[in-house]
């Protein structure tokens, strides 16, 4: 069955970086676009970056442009976050998506 499992995420600084990674598996992981949402307390899920079958960032949404970047290893099967510049707006639960599959989540606290 599809399983997305994330991982990397913690407190981070402001300021600070975090690496978020994702591995797919029971779906033929290179042949689709993946999706990072993220969900803060009180707030709905907003997509943050998606990430076309060849690797290359489609869309990012306005609040992380210029300080993520989203990135893929088709051969592992793994979608990454990479956060640079993270602010406390950042902290949110970060998940990855493919169709209607969600990983469990992974917290990330941006706090000094």
């Known amino acids: 069955q599809v399983q997305l499992v994330e991982s990397g995420g913690g407190l981070g600084q402001p300021g600070g970086s975090l690496r978020l990674s994702c591995v797919a598996s029971?779906?033929?992981?290179?042949?689709?676009?993946m999706r990072w949402y993220r969900q803060a307390p009180g707030k709905e899920r907003e997509l943050v970056a998606l990430i076309s079958t060849g690797g290359r960032p489609v869309n990012y949404a306005d609040s992380v442009k210029g300080r993520f970047t989203i990135a893929r290893d088709n051969t592992k099967k793994m979608l990454y976050l990479q956060m640079n510049s993270l602010q406390p707006e950042d902290t949110a639960v970060y998940y990855c998506?493919?169709?209607?599959?969600w990983g469990q989540g992974t917290q990330v606290t941006v706090s000094s």
């Open positions: 029971g779906f033929t992981f290179s042949y689709f676009f």
């Open positions: 998506n493919w169709a209607n599959y």
